[in-house]
């Protein structure tokens, strides 16, 4: 499963969590675009650091974007990727957004560690289905049970 992940590396990015107490999750995102990668301390940096990365790739294109038919200035070609793997101290995701439709995200997150995909129809799902491979067991089912 990872080769079929990996082997895509322009539609693919890859999120590296190093920290989660609290549920506050903090790491770094790395993409062909981003070679030095990009750090994020909170949920809502990781969010802008993708919308902004796949603003710049114009792939998915947002299904709220102002489109026309003038010439888009083509993406600075990526440089090429480091052959050193990237992980996370905690969890390393795998997320391919597919499409941008009703101003969110839709498409796939890998679980690396684990080797399990399961897909989001949005982007409070993508991030739910990260907090739950990042929260202790014993939390997350106590957070359940209270509800």
Not at 23 to 37: A, D, I, W
Not at 50 to 76: G, I, N, V, W
Not at 78 to 90: D, F, R
């Amino acid at each position: 499963m990872q080769n079929r992940i990996r082997s895509d590396p322009y539609r693919t990015t890859l999120v590296c969590i190093d920290s989660a107490q609290e549920g506050l999750l903090t790491g770094r995102v790395y993409h062909p675009y981003l070679p030095s990668g990009a750090e994020f301390k909170n949920l809502m940096q990781f969010l802008l650091i993708m919308e902004d990365l796949l603003d710049k790739l114009q792939f998915p294109q947002s299904f709220t974007a102002h489109r026309s038919f003038r010439m888009q200035p083509e993406p600075a070609p990526p440089l090429p990727s480091e052959n050193e793997p990237h992980t996370g101290k905690i969890a390393t995701f795998s997320v391919r957004v597919i499409f941008r439709q009703n101003a969110s995200w839709q498409g796939s997150v890998t679980w690396l560690e684990k080797e399990k995909e399961e897909n989001f129809r949005s982007v409070l799902e993508l991030v739910l289905l990260m907090h739950s491979a990042t929260s202790p067991e014993d939390t997350h089912n106590q957070a359940q049970t209270s509800a």
